[in-house]
């Protein structure tokens, strides 16, 4: 499998492949066109990888936003509420997202 092998992209479809799963451990692939996310949170801590383009991730504690852009990580701790407030779509982003506990 290559990360960068994607199937037809839809500017309206984001799409989420699960590369790995077990009882510790899902890894995705993410790919997103524009989309955004409502407010969330896990039971899990979510380890990111921002491959290809550019997003923010903003919490709800503070407002904060964080601005990604490609090759940039971050962690985002369990049971913190945030969302994906924003992706570009040229390029369109590419994520690798590793939840753990």
Do not use: R
Request: charged share 30%.
């Amino acid at each position: 499998m290559n990360i960068f092998d994607f199937e037809k992209l839809e500017n309206n479809e984001e799409i989420i492949t699960i590369l790995e799963e077990n009882k510790n451990i899902k890894i995705e692939k993410i790919i997103s066109t524009g989309q955004t996310t409502d407010w969330q949170s896990s039971d899990k801590n979510e380890f990111v990888i921002l491959i290809q383009g550019e997003a923010e991730i903003t919490y709800l504690k503070n407002s904060e936003i964080v601005k990604l852009s490609s090759g940039d990580t971050i962690l985002i701790e369990k049971n913190k509420k945030h969302k994906v407030s924003y992706t570009s779509k040229n390029p369109h982003c590419v994520w690798i997202c590793i939840f753990y506990k």
